[in-house]
């Protein structure tokens, strides 16, 4: 009941150290001792840190951690954790009956003297929720907000409090206060986390992209990933110096016609000068809108949705960014000298260049599509059935208004737009809402499975998603040594 009082970082850090079962250490690499100095500042911290250390020379560091590529990564960190809680956990071995051990390490780039970089990091903490257990593990990745350096340490000084603190009090408890405390008293403003991860004996019932869902949803962050195994990825360490080919939508199911979309832009995208199949990161896209039904998201409906894409292999980003321009200008700020491609609806065309969607805008339109198209941004238009006369509608066919004919022909003289010519006729005509509309009404026929993948049907029906279920229970099936099943 604690946080309900709304608790200061110094009372936080108090209330720990007064907790004589909680002992650890504390390791951070570049943006000073700021977390281990609140539990210092706080008194009776003796009762809490056994030790704590900061490498800022890089050959000290290796000396300690082993010679990295990079110091401000992920692998860095858990390189850090593994040490830290090791050397505690064996110098302290004598205590372990009684004490829950931690060790909380960062390693953290804040604003240089020219305020020429990001400031942004890697903060982890190991330890147990019981003596004498296996550890967990929270790892997260921030990005700092503040204007200069004594501001962005001191957030990250709260930061860390926040972390231990939700770790002991909150962590097995509802995941909605785990996160409020997580962020207390920092707003986005200051201090965005784009990347969480739990793992551990004490989170075998966390579903990581349950929580990168409430990243999102909350506004804690704009936008976050995970890989096709659930596994919660930071976007801009993942897409770094990659050509990344964007496809988003509802996916509620992925059809037949998203795969097709998707091998036809791949095509035209492997064409583009620097593009290598070896360099490109494919990523699905789901918005806040497309995944709120009556108001509100469901956490069941995004998993499902979330169980096909990893099925088919694919990353998922969860953004919310309502309009393309955001999303492109977002992505295109990490693929800097790499191609970004952006696979779109033909009727999204018409979305794009209504200019409504930019009076927020200074420079309207114009300034939605500097941001979003000035770079290597480049869109790839896929047809449709006209929903009026029943032919096909075709880029070539689509009509702006005629101040706007300049801008459209602008883009299509300067490669930032084209037609997907390769596609299959015969797939135009499905529709997600319909194929969804058949699997919740258990229909146990070949009527719906016909407009998906296979793996997707097998999915759907093996893990009962969206509501699956067959008129006829099937018979168990008794498996041996010798079956592998395989979606």
């Known amino acids: 009941m604690e946080d309900r009082r709304r608790l200061t970082t110094e009372e936080k850090a108090l209330k720990i150290n007064l907790k004589s079962d909680i002992y650890g250490s504390f390791s951070e690499i570049g943006a000073g001792q700021e977390v281990a100095a609140n539990f210092f500042r706080a ?21 300690i951690y082993g010679k990295a590529k990079r110091y401000v990564c992920e692998e860095r960190l858990h390189t850090m954790l593994r040490r830290e809680y090791e050397m505690v956990t064996t110098s302290l071995a004598h205590r372990k009956e009684h004490t829950r051990f931690f060790s909380f390490c960062n390693t953290v780039e804040s604003l240089n003297y020219h305020k020429t970089n990001q400031g942004q990091g890697w903060v982890g903490l190991r330890f147990q929720v019981k003596p004498d257990t296996p550890p967990n593990n929270i790892i997260l990745h921030v990005k700092m907000h503040d204007q200069n350096n004594r501001a962005q340490q001191e957030a990250l000084g709260i930061l860390g409090v926040n972390l231990v603190y939700a770790a002991y009090f909150h962590a097995t408890g509802e995941l909605d206060y785990f996160i409020n405390s997580l962020v207390h008293h920092l707003p986005k403003d200051r201090i965005e986390i784009d990347m969480l991860h739990v793992e551990g004996p004490d989170f075998e019932e966390i579903d990581n992209r349950i929580l990168a869902l409430n990243l999102v949803k909350r506004g804690i962050t704009e936008a976050t990933m995970f890989d096709q195994t659930g596994k919660v990825l930071q976007p801009a360490s993942n897409l770094y110096k990659k050509n990344i080919l964007l496809m988003r939508g509802r996916f509620r199911p992925v059809t037949k016609v998203n795969i097709d979309m998707l091998n036809s832009a791949r095509e035209k995208f492997y064409e583009e000068e620097g593009v290598e199949k070896k360099n490109v990161r494919e990523v699905f896209e789901l918005t806040l809108r497309d995944l709120t039904s009556g108001g509100r998201i469901s956490d069941k409906d995004f998993v499902d949705r979330a169980e096909l894409l990893g099925a088919l292999g694919y990353t998922v980003m969860i953004s919310n960014y309502l309009r393309y321009y955001e999303m492109v200008d977002y992505l295109s700020e990490i693929s800097r000298g790499y191609k970004l491609g952006v696979i779109l609806g033909i009727y999204n065309i018409h979305n794009i260049f209504d200019e409504k969607y930019y009076d927020h805008l200074n ?125």
Not at 51 to 60: E, I, N
């Open 363 to 487: 420079g309207g339109i114009l300034e939605a599509f500097g941001k979003g198209f000035g770079r290597n941004a480049k869109m790839y238009i896929y047809p449709a059935i006209d929903y009026n006369t029943g032919e096909l509608y075709e880029f070539k066919d689509v009509v702006v208004p005629d101040h706007l004919r300049g801008l459209l022909n602008y883009m299509i003289d300067n490669n930032k737009i084209e037609a997907l010519e390769k596609f299959d006729y015969n797939l135009l005509n499905i529709k997600s809402d319909e194929v969804l509309a058949k699997i919740t009404r258990h229909e146990d026929d070949d009527t719906w499975d016909n407009d998906v993948p296979y793996r997707v049907a097998m999915a759907i029906k093996f893990m009962r998603l969206f509501g699956y279920t067959p008129k006829v229970e099937p018979e168990p099936i008794k498996l041996s040594k010798e079956i592998n099943f395989k979606l």
């Open 43 to 63: 008194g009776g911290s003796s009762g809490t840190i056994a030790f704590s250390h900061s490498a800022y020379d890089m050959k000290v560091s290796d000396s």
